[in-house]
């Protein structure tokens, strides 16, 4: 059974930075693409950034681009998300996800997902 336990999310000041990261376990990933979500209150839960678990394509959305950056460890099966100047508007629900489809947006492209965490940026 595939998991994905998330850590790293709390509350900081805006142009703060935070370090998500998530361990996959339960199942082989060298196809897979890794990928973050956010949810903010009275919103759908939108795309964030992706990576393939293997080779180094990676994609952002728009918004958060030059401020995150999404890595990955192969050995440790674990998937990270780098964000640096943070922004009010960057607070939301944050999930880790796991998917076989590189370019899809929509989470009902992705299988499995972890508990969400919270991210707050405060002004």
């Known amino acids: 059974q595939v998991q994905l336990v998330e850590s790293g999310g709390g509350s900081v000041q805006a142009g703060g930075s935070l370090r998500l990261s998530c361990t996959v376990s339960?199942?082989?990933?060298?196809?897979?693409?890794g990928g973050w979500f956010r949810q903010a209150p009275g919103k759908e839960r939108e795309f964030v950034a992706a990576i393939r678990w293997s080779g180094e394509s990676t994609s952002y959305l728009d918004s958060v681009k030059g401020r995150f950056t999404i890595s990955r460890d192969n050995v440790k099966n674990m998937v990270f998300l780098q964000m640096d100047s943070l922004k009010e508007e960057d607070t939301a629900v944050y999930y880790c996800t796991t998917g076989r489809i590189w370019g899809a947006r929509h989470p009902t492209s992705y299988e499995h997902w972890g508990q969400g965490m919270q991210v707050t940026v405060s002004s």
């Open positions: 339960g199942g082989t990933f060298n196809d897979y693409v």
